[in-house]
Nanobody, 122 residues
């Protein structure tokens, strides 16, 4: 069993930056691929970024390419999402997830954090 806890969210102005962290406990996540998803009010949960277990491979949604960076520190059991040049449309609850496959599909991830709010004000 893996427990995931997100941190680092909050309120930021347009063009600002935030770094989200997702720390795992229960067992090592180094064998899991990790993903970040987000969900705005009234919207479906959508893919943001994913990273392989080793950290070698990453993949991003087109809307965040060049602005967001996913990384991981397996020694700390932590995954990060550095978010730069934030836009109002980035406002959402952000979730991290762990799973056996590196995919963009939420249902393929086995473990989820509780989510953290990111609000970008204009």
């Amino acid at each position: 069993q893996v427990q995931l806890v997100e941190s680092g969210g909050g309120l930021v102005q347009v063009g600002g930056s935030l770094r989200l962290s997702c720390t795992a406990s229960g067992r090592s996540t180094s064998t899991y691929h990790m993903g970040w998803f987000r969900q705005a009010p009234g919207e479906e949960r959508e893919f943001v970024a994913t990273i392989s277990g080793s950290g070698t491979n990453t993949y991003y949604d087109d809307t965040v390419i060049g602005r967001f960076t996913i990384s991981r520190d397996n020694a700390k059991n932590t995954v990060y999402l550095q978010m730069n040049s934030l836009k109002p449309e980035d406002t959402a609850v952000y979730f991290c997830a762990a799973g056996p496959v590196m995919v963009m599909v939420a249902r393929r991830y086995d473990y989820w954090g509780q989510g953290i709010q990111v609000t970008v004000s204009s």
